[in-house]
């Protein structure tokens, strides 16, 4: 019996991770080779929206159908990992009435449940709206964990055979006699993983075929071969308030454009976010403009926001792809469609096909697609059946609720530890040892951190994507020494120390934006604690001290820290 077509995947986000899943179900030999952590590239920097397609009904009304469809699938199959909030199209007194009609005759075209609701009645399912806006349009907007959802692809792709490498970079496309056949994998030694009998080091992967899936970074892997894969990356920043100023999420209706949209996620608000397109997905400026600009113009949607106090901002680089003969020079006018490249047809290379642009609303269909594609080129005639099929911890996600009602976990930190393990609840928070709370912010307990150590390894920022423990309102400040806690005795002091510094410095660099008033002080108790009392500035037996150079000015007096960015009068600097 002939062995199965192996197929290396390059990329760790949903579109690969997709992928590997719907390959493996299917009976394939998969390899997943990703650069980083899971959700490392723009994945893991998204605003959490899970799309009614709402957004495109009147701009790109294909990718609209698109969104409504695959969001009624994500319902379904990965219902730990969504809640569906709703979604609110506002409308402002000097925003556009043709484009209100637009925007609800769009929906209606592209199938997307739309009904127009008063001022008055928006306001009562939002009561922090502004008191002066017209009337909205109500769709079924939903929030979405892109790291639980990520992670239950790998997780199920593993089950059905499928290797996952992460902190593995492709460094080069293996090229014989015209075809692509397979990777040159340098695996980071600093995670202990061993190749050939040795930490880290060089693999070389053959495979039957190599499915480009890296999103922003396409254009880097065709690079290797030659190819010309046009992607134009587009990056946005996205801030994340201190509380949930809303529970439903809040558009703007009125042309696409900067900051129009508040999603609640978990314990916090995303404000979203811009469009400006750069040349490197990994090097480019992020600003502090463009952050309030996401504060200044949102609060005439919710004047709150002008109080609150925000925690952190970060920036994603979204993977717009534009056919050659388009020619677009405005991002936000490029479809948010996405292209399946077959590089033997396009380009005279077999081996090989590079999927681009789309939306993460659709990374299932995405991947339904590419994996037809392959099985195709193989004579493999599998179904897919990812739309039926349950994501780990979604399976009989009724057990939820009859966990929570049998060991009377009403308490928020409880609700919100079974909502993140849906079925897996039992199996996880059952056992004969302590459990405390690690991180109170969100409620992450020591069963989950050992459930996601045993998965992960010592990298806690892998086990921050897992948990979220760490990325509530203090940012790690009282629970990241209680997470490294928990390597101790499983891993060497070396290697938790290292696992500390990385995850501290994954925390402090999202807040360098953020630091004025309230959030100015959470920072400087964060530095008290971590820089004083744990001594991580200059701990002697560490070489690599964590970088807390949000906090040099150049001087040590308060002109020194406005020079730095930060503003000491308890408001925005230059407010």
């Known amino acids: ?127 922090h709206l502004a008191p002066d806006i017209d009337k909205a349009i109500r769709v079924p907007d939903g929030a979405v964990d892109p790291f639980r959802l990520v992670v239950a692809n790998a997780a199920s792709a593993q089950e059905h055979g499928a290797r996952i490498e992460t902190h593995s970079t492709v460094t080069d496309l293996l090229v014989e006699n015209g075809e692509v056949v397979g990777l040159e994998i340098e695996h980071d030694s600093g ?40 992607v134009r990356p587009s990056k946005g920043v996205m801030t994340v308030m201190n509380t949930r100023q809303v529970d439903t999420v809040i558009n703007r209706c009125r042309p696409k454009g900067d900051a129009d949209i508040v999603v609640p996620h978990e314990t916090t608000c995303i404000l979203g976010t811009t469009d400006e397109e750069v040349a490197d997905p990994e090097d480019y400026p992020e600003e502090k403009w463009e952050v309030e600009k996401m504060l200044d113009t949102l609060t005439e949607l919710v004047p709150m926001l002008a109080e609150a106090r925000t925690i952190r901002s970060f920036w994603g680089v979204r993977p717009l792809y534009e056919p050659p003969d388009v020619g677009s020079e405005n991002p936000t006018d490029i479809t948010r469609d996405f292209f399946l490249l077959d590089h033997e047809e396009r380009d005279d290379l077999p081996g090989m096909t590079s999927i681009v642009g ?28 990812t739309a039926e099929v349950p994501l780990p911890g979604s399976e009989e996600f009724s057990v939820l609720r009859d966990y929570m009602d049998e060991f009377g976990l009403r308490s928020p930190i409880g609700r919100r530890s079974v909502e ?30 050992q459930d996601a150590v045993d998965q992960s390894g010592s990298d806690l920022n892998a086990v921050r994507i897992r948990t979220r423990a760490s990325m509530g309102n203090c940012q790690g400040g009282f629970c990241s020494h ?36 309230e959030q100015l002080s959470q920072a400087m108790l964060n530095y008290a604690l971590h820089a004083t009392t744990q001594n991580r500035d200059s701990d002697p037996a560490d070489g690599a001290p964590v970088d807390f150079s949000a906090f040099d000015g150049g001087t040590s007096d308060t002109a020194g820290a406005v020079d730095a960015g930060i503003a000491t009068d308890g408001g925005r600097d230059g407010d």
């Open 482 to 517: 209680r997470m490294a806690n928990e390597l101790h005795g499983e891993y060497d002091a070396a290697t938790v120390r290292k696992a500390w510094d990385e995850l501290l410095q994954e925390r402090w660099k999202g807040q360098r934006h953020a630091l004025w008033g």
């Open 191 to 230: 995670t202990g993983k061993r190749v050939h009998g040795t930490v880290g080091g060089t693999e070389e992967l053959r495979a039957d075929y190599v499915v480009n899936a890296t999103g922003a970074w396409a254009g880097r892997i065709g690079d290797m071969a030659g190819l010309d894969v046009e």
């Open 420 to 449: 993140r393990l849906g079925s897996r609840a039992d199996e996880i928070l059952t056992t004969d040892g302590p459990n405390p709370t690690v991180c109170s912010c969100e409620g992450v307990t020591r069963a989950e951190i």
């Open 1 to 127: 019996m002939a062995s199965a077509p192996h197929v290396a995947v390059i990329g760790g986000g949903s579109t690969g991770t997709g992928i590997a899943r719907d390959l493996a179900m299917r009976g394939l030999d998969v390899t997943l080779v990703e650069q980083g952590n899971l959700t490392h590239g723009t994945t893991g920097r998204m605003h959490g929206l899970l799309h009614s397609g709402g957004r495109y009904a009147v701009s790109d009304q294909k990718s609209a159908e698109e969104c409504i469809e695959e969001n009624r699938v994500l319902r379904e199959i990965a219902s730990h990992c969504v809640e569906m909030t709703g979604g609110l199209f506002v409308k402002r007194p000097e925003d556009s009435e043709e484009y209100f009609r637009e925007k609800l005759a769009g929906c209606r075209e592209c199938g997307i449940p739309a009904e127009v609701v008063s001022a008055e009645e928006a306001r009562a399912m939002e009561p």
């Open 358 to 385: 789309g939306k993460f609303t659709t990374y299932r269909m995405m991947a339904e697609q590419i994996s037809n594609h392959v099985c195709g080129k193989f004579g493999v005639d599998a179904d897919c059946e």
